[in-house]
Every structure is written in C-alpha cells, then in structure tokens.
C-alpha cells in the first residue's frame, strides 16, 4: 500500500512539473483591438493564449487559421490552448469587431 502512495506522489509530482512547462502568452483586448497585433510564439510546441479584455463588451477570440474560438467577456480574461503550430503566419480575430480587433501568430 505505501508503494502505492509513493508511486502515485510522483506521478503527481510529475504532472504539476510538466503543466507548468506550457509557455504563456498574453494579448490583451482594448478599443475593439489587439495588443499585440502580431504576437510571436515558438513553432512546434503547445502553448497557452491569455487573452485579457479590456473592453466594456464582449468579443470572440477566433480563428479559422489554427480552429480556436472563445467568448471573452468585459474585463476578464480566457486562456486558450493553442498548437503545437508549424512556422508560418496565422490570422485571428475578434468575431464582434472584425473591422479593429485583427491579429497574426507570427509562429517561428
């Protein structure tokens, strides 16, 4: 039985370890736009989007690109999985104000 304890402690041990090995990206929404407006991000990896509305509405992070979308609600923020992506460009866009809020992944 405490060979089971041990096990099972390193295996979560393990797993805290390599969840916090995801890298973090920020974009922030103010003004119907996108900030940064081209973000650079590492090819070949998984990486998570914080995506940080500002505004007093909600927009829709999408992209057809590389299939994500989420709601973004006012002064709140939405994580987003995204990749692991091939080196290249890759659009989003705020489906609410697809006139301002547009931005490219710069994938290296």
């Known amino acids: 039985m405490r060979?089971?304890?041990i096990a099972a402690s390193l295996m979560l041990a393990g797993?805290?370890?390599h969840a916090g090995e995801i890298p973090e990206y920020k974009l922030v929404i103010s003004n119907?736009?996108?900030q940064p407006a081209e973000l650079k991000v590492p090819a070949g990896i998984k990486f998570k989007l914080v995506v940080e509305n500002r505004d007093a509405s909600p927009e829709e992070f999408e992209s057809t690109e590389f299939n994500r979308e989420k709601i973004v609600?006012?002064?709140s923020s939405a994580h987003?999985?995204?990749g692991p992506l091939?080196?290249?460009h890759y659009k989003f866009f705020g489906d609410f104000h697809q006139d301002t809020a547009q931005g490219t992944l710069l994938v290296e």
Request: charged fraction near 5%; proline fraction near 6%.
């Open 3 to 5: 060979g089971f304890f």
């Open 80 to 82: 987003i999985y995204v």
């Open 32 to 34: 119907h736009r996108y």
């Open 73 to 75: 609600m006012p002064n």
């Open 15 to 17: 797993f805290s370890v």
């Open 86 to 88: 091939a080196a290249g």
